[in-house]
DNA sequence: GACTGTGAATCTCTTCACAGCA
DNA sequence: TGCTGTGAAGAGATTCACAGTC
């Protein structure tokens, strides 16, 4: 499943705040899901949970931290050390647990030998090198869209089974290998789109049904993961196909805040 | 449908190689998706195709950006500019059509006043004036966790209906606002769960049934996108749920190519 | 003959509701 | 009483197959 990072992230959180045991309730609202899909997906790990208390934080960070293979080590390597790369490798050294980075690679001898957190870059040339000496078995690529197959290649010539794809190019693999593809382009389409049907093709302001808008801040104050960790809302949130979070207000709110003619009457 | 920015993009690169039709076994081949899928998608628009023929590029390519709300520039900013606020600065500025970062926004003095491309950094201060100057509709958050919320918050309450989440934390909206998160460290742990399924916890290289390893090299030659765009692929591919591609083998393969000379190994 | 458009079958994920335990 | 675990119902999305059109 591809919420188990995301349970794994606010476990993580809630672990360093003390907190012991987590309903599906709490752990749906910190992580932005239902509670059904909470419980559907941590029974598919088998059973943690106790009846009429809810989950032991340790024991389910350990078993989801398993099922996604980051008891040991994942060694990776970079290719392409733009912006990008950059912000990937920071990522991948302080965020992420059970990676490595353990290499830098880039075709530009300019960026060769830059020091970037722990690693040094290296020149492409040493790519199959590298992923020997480390056993490699997830690369991460961060070239222009024109290098990105060709690298591609490289990788899985040299043992890579595992790609994490930034390039908008689809990139061609044998048999076995993942491919996982990240278009920053398509994020903002996909954006593009829903605030298309939002405000059809007329360009001039013009809201909805003057609800939501400017005049109206953030119901939430500043009540993100910090002490708590669960964050309270009872709205209803659905996560649409192509992964945008859409919110609709339900009864029963935290606090109305003052004028709500969104749903109308209700009251 | 999520897949539209896809066939957006091949569409695009078709359209500048002179290509004029297109059938949906080429578009999907091109796009890393099934035929029926493409056909589907398609449908959903409007009969933009011709029986016996297949896609007219520049029609398809008109409708689809007009259903992705592209036809008209939407004003983006992007709240801070570290490593990922400069990468996504350089791809909006080239890649993205339809969209235009109208102002990069830091809280770090130190950064205010750099100029990425066109766009000059302002201080978080002024990113209230900056939405209602430029009629910003979209939001890109890429600042730590800790202030992504707060952002959020502001970037609300000033009149932003879609946000592109890029810092590791759920945010709270108010109804109407779509949310979409992207988060690398996540990238990373569903590959590697994927990477755990194919080996598990041996920490020995013990391919599954040792065919498509090291040994083997590249499939496809350096046939990207280069001047025919379509790539030519028999094989099965699927896309899982969370978005990794998986390739199968398929019968009738095109051509197993030999040893492409890229990398010295292989032996 | 080639390729689109689409209903029907299939599969997968989500949601509901409630039985089973602490 | 509170919350987990789960079968069953529901909702989408994908795939199949083929009729319809050029």
Redesign the pocket.
């Known amino acids: 499943?591809?919420?188990l990072p995301l349970y794994l992230r606010v476990l993580t959180t809630l672990a360093e705040g003390g907190v012991h045991?987590?309903?599906?309730?709490?752990?749906a609202a910190a992580a932005g899901?239902?509670?059904?899909?909470?419980?559907?997906?941590?029974?598919?790990l088998?059973?943690?949970?106790?009846?009429?208390?809810?989950?032991e934080v340790d024991v389910l960070l350990d078993c989801i931290a398993a099922k996604l293979g980051l008891t040991e080590d994942r060694s990776v390597v970079l290719v392409g050390v733009g912006n990008l790369g950059h912000a990937l490798a920071g990522y991948g050294g302080s965020h992420a647990r059970g990676f490595r980075i353990v290499a830098l690679v880039d075709a530009d001898p300019d960026r060769v030998g830059e020091r970037v957190g722990a690693v040094i870059v290296r020149p492409v040339d040493e790519l199959e090198q590298v992923i020997a000496e480390c056993a490699v078995t997830i690369g991460v690529i961060c070239t222009p869209a024109a290098a990105a197959q060709q690298v591609c290649d490289r990788l899985v010539a040299a043992g890579v089974t595992s790609i994490l794809n930034f390039a908008p190019t689809v990139l061609s693999v044998p048999e076995g290998v993942d491919v996982r593809k990240v278009d920053l382009a398509v994020e903002l389409q996909i954006l593009s789109f829903h605030e298309a049907r939002k405000r059809p093709p007329s360009p001039r302001e013009a809201p909805p049904n003057g609800s939501t808008q400017a005049g109206e801040t953030s119901l939430v104050a500043g009540t993100t993961t910090g002490t708590d960790g669960a964050t309270p809302r009872t709205d209803r949130v659905?996560?649409?196909?192509?992964g945008v979070v859409r919110v609709t207000r339900q009864a029963g709110q935290t606090r109305p805040v003052q004028a709500v003619p969104a749903e109308g009457g209700a009251s």
């Open positions: 499943m591809a919420r045991t987590v309903s599906s309730d709490t752990l899901v239902t509670p059904a899909k909470v419980r559907k997906d941590l029974s598919h088998g059973s943690y949970g106790t009846r009429g208390v809810g989950y659905r996560t649409e196909t192509d």
